[in-house]
């Protein structure tokens, strides 16, 4: 069956430190994946978005990377700050325009 | 800013009732979405639209209904409130414009009790 799978189980790290979560993904080949911020009580936030043909994508402190062979996408911030804890979101799009398809998420504390 | 918006945050309703949530969007998106959100078990998607009076069923559609009558108002209908449908309720927009990605834009949730 197709599976999205991302670390359920929360992730503390020290504040300046990089902050790296992983998804990863079975039976599925993504044209796109993307990832999304949630704050408690709130709708997820569009964060980034790589395409199947790129390694690496980076945006301010944010960087992904997509490797289509290992189905695994990391999610790294670096010099990490208490503001960036939330819940992060990783969604295939297994074709453009299609509804996305959304991983459980993992939840990220940046301890000060 | 894409904006989308849903009629309550917090709402209350009792067993057998029906339920009305709405969603309006002010981008002129053509996809629209209708997820619940519950702890462990993440967003589920329980039906979208693609058009105007367009529906499709997503992986949970059983107890819902929906309407789209205007591109940009999207109902999630319960036609019989049940305990088990408490949840949160997220609704989202996208759209392809020109030099755009499939983002989907999130209101900002309500959630629902039912007692």
């Known amino acids: 069956s197709q599976k999205i799978e991302q670390n359920s189980e929360a992730l503390n790290i020290q504040e300046g430190k990089t902050a790296t979560l992983t998804c990863n993904y079975t039976n599925y080949s993504p044209a796109y994946l993307q990832w999304y911020r949630q704050d408690p009580g709130r709708g997820p936030v569009f964060l980034l978005l790589?395409?199947?043909?790129?390694k690496e994508k980076r945006k301010e402190r944010l960087k992904v990377t997509f490797d289509t062979t290992l189905k695994q996408s990391l999610f790294h911030i670096t010099a990490s700050q208490p503001a960036d804890s939330a819940t992060y979101l990783c969604?295939?799009?297994?074709?453009?325009?299609?509804?996305?398809?959304f991983g459980k998420g993992t939840r990220l504390h940046i301890l000060p | 800013d894409v904006k989308v918006t849903q009629s309550s945050r917090y709402l209350v309703k009792r067993t057998g009732e029906k339920v009305f949530l709405e969603c309006v969007q002010d981008?002129?998106?053509?996809?629209m979405f209708w997820y619940r959100q519950d702890p462990g078990l993440g967003l589920r998607l329980i039906y979208f639209?693609?058009?105007?009076?367009?529906?499709e069923k997503g992986d949970i559609p059983e107890g819902y209904s929906v309407s789209r009558e205007k591109k940009e108002r999207f109902s999630l209908i319960l036609e019989s409130a049940s305990t088990n449908q408490t949840s949160m309720y997220l609704c989202a927009s996208s759209g392809l414009a020109a030099n755009s990605y499939n983002e989907q834009f999130f209101g900002p949730g309500t959630r629902l009790t039912v007692l």
């Open positions: 969604a295939l799009e297994v074709v453009l325009g299609d509804k996305i398809i």
């Open positions: 639209s693609y058009d105007v009076k367009m529906k």
């Open positions: 981008m002129d998106h053509e996809n």
């Open positions: 790589i395409r199947e043909n790129e």
